[in-house]
């Protein structure tokens, strides 16, 4: 055995190696230390820390875990390192528990708090993290990078003008803090500041790229360009604003699509360009309510540029049983509009002919998330712009038949993810029901009694109408809370118009004063938008459509404060009429209309998107309830507003008739049968 000055010596060279970052050389002379003496902690414990540095978690994982049973278990910083080696390995939970037994100990350690706030986002935890990062500032005013740890919590939490102040904190504390404008832009463009959030996200760009890089100035044009096709308004004051809107973003995708030349001499796309894609979801373009066929494939092929996605793999054979391998991902596999849908889909075919592959991209795991997951084999994965190939490569090895996006469009990496080939045959659908322009995605799912006859034309995808609504639904799945914590308007005709603000376009705003031209005791319900700027916009818009036909705006419009989807569903049974929005109507919302018994019109336009609830009066045979123009749809709400013994009958019907909405297993049968149909012909045992 080496004496012990010796050993002093080899610990002295690989803490002066780990001082100067020679990670590999300091790696070495640890582990040669410990191969003389294995349970000298020091030297267990920095091994732990060099392995961290080097990406060798699972190795951190065993010198840390070896350093704690060896009696380490009181040393806060030991806890600690061992706590971020579990986070790295996906264990957040774990390492969560070892971040509060270092806390316990040293309960205003700075540095632990503001860990524990990081792995409570891991969490999804999101307001607890917020205190321990709060915490985490009260011990450290001046730190940084906490205040946007903080900021970025806020932001989950969808609060924006909190998230903003934290980012604004640590840019005062430190200019040149690049994630700190890359946070404070990702605020500004939610509040709907626009010019501000691309002056911010080109801050960003600034400091960020290097300088050295070749054509640094295209790269950082090229990424400002891509952040900026992703600032649409999500709200408009007028129709004209709308159309400017959409020429904007004609004249942009051509920019971009000239600029990507500046890659053409990289070994790879920069990380600013993909910090820039990984912003960009185009989620609001769609409510410009026009056809986004050509602008979202030309999106995906800036996209497939910029990815180097040049052509899909060759499938690679599988032994395996002759069960179709289907997949679904997404960041939402949770309690969530775009994907609460797909696991009714996947629970009722047939369990003997498939297995079921989950990956959730989304650390808030719920009881919907747990449900995913008792499909088949689960797997939450981390897809971002540090992450794509490995996660890609991670689903590809699953040797998959089948993949379906199910929400194309809600996300910036759901976006991004429908750009790979990873299963022979891709599939999307309306989690949010819009094109993908992907040439990746072969197959749009829809419903026949959604789609118009020309819909093909909307789709780059191959369009598949499935059976009736494409949708198994379940009775009694909306919640319903009858107290509600904001009071109604007494002695009125309550007329609910419950969308998300932006689903209502300018152009129809005349609906409602021609409504309350005949009905003066009717009462608008609208529920206030999130960020409040949303609701301002609306609120001037609508006050002056009323000004202008000398209708006093106060008393006729009220605009609710957001509530629980319990709260939701009490406030459906206690209006007289639903006001469904023209151009993209309800969806999940309508649903939970019509099983409150609540009378609802609806007017079918040009996209799959603004038919939904034609679909619905139309299974449960409520024909009279569907409009055929804006003349029309005035005169039903008006007589079901006035007219109670109408009123009455058509409550009366739906409730007989809804039941035709629910389990309807001729849909399943039907995506039974189009999936094996489609997957007949790949290689099997």
Known sequence: MPAPAHLEQIFGHAMSALQQGALDVAERQFKSLLTAQPNHLGALNL?????????????????????????????????????????????????????????AIQPDNFENLNRRGMVLNDLGRYAEAVGSFEKAVAVRPDAVSVHYNLGNSFALLKRYDEA???????????????LAWYGR??????????????????????????????GWRDVVDLAKDLFAFDLVPAIYPDEAAIAAARARLDALIGGIERRLGVLANLPGPPGVVLNAIFCVAGFNIAYQQRNDIDLNRRYSLVLQKILGIHKAPEPRPASRSPKIRLGIASGNLRDHNGTRWALDWLAQLPRKDYSFFVY?????????????????????????????????ASMRNDSLDI????????????????????????????GHPVTTGSPNIDYYLSSELMEPADAQGHYSEKLVRLPNLALYIKPSRYPVDDKLSFPLPENCILYGCLQSLF???????????????????????????????????????????FSSAGLDFEHFVRLLPRMTARQ????????DVNIDSIGWSGGNSTIASLEADCPLVALPTQFMRGRHSFAMLR?????????????????????????????????????????RLYEDKSFIDGLDRFLKEVSKNLARP
């Open 47 to 103: 091994l732990g820390v060099v392995q961290l540095r080097l990406g060798k978690a699972e190795d951190a994982e065993r010198s840390l875990r070896k350093a704690i049973r060896s009696g380490s278990n009181s040393d806060p910083a030991t806890l600690c390192n061992y706590a971020m080696a579990l986070r790295q390995l996906g264990r957040s939970s774990d390492a969560l528990v070892r971040l509060d037994q270092a806390l």
């Open 164 to 178: 903003l102040a934290a980012c604004d904190r640590a840019i005062a504390l430190a200019h040149d803090f690049a």
């Open 185 to 214: 832009s990702q605020s500004l463009k939610v509040l709907g500041r626009g010019g501000e959030a691309l002056d911010a996200f080109e801050k960003y760009l600034l400091l960020a790229t290097p300088r050295t890089l070749p």
């Open 360 to 392: 959730a991209f989304n650390p808030d795991l719920d009881d919907i998330s747990k449900q995913f997951a008792a499909l088949g084999q689960f797997q939450r994965l981390a897809f971002n712009e540090g992450t794509v190939l490995q996660t890609i």
């Open 403 to 430: 993949l379906l996006m199910p929400d194309v469009g809600m996300s910036p990496g759901s976006r991004v993810l429908s750009q790979f080939r990873i299963a022979p045959i891709q599939l999307s659908a309306w």
């Open 503 to 545: 689903k209502y376009l300018p152009q129809f705003d005349f609906v409602f004063t021609r409504i309350a031209a005949r009905v003066p005791e009717a009462c608008f319900l609208f529920i206030e938008g999130n960020p409040s700027s949303m609701t301002s916009i609306f609120r001037d818009r609508l006050r002056a459509e």
């Open 568 to 575: 939701f569903g009490g406030l459906l049974k206690k209006i």
């Open 619 to 659: 299974m449960i045979g409520l024909d009279e309830l569907i409009a055929n123009s804006t003349d029309d749809l005035v005169d039903k709400l008006v007589r079901l507003g006035t007219d109670r013994d109408f009123r009455a009958a058509i409550v009366q019907k739906i409730a007989r008739s809804k039941h």
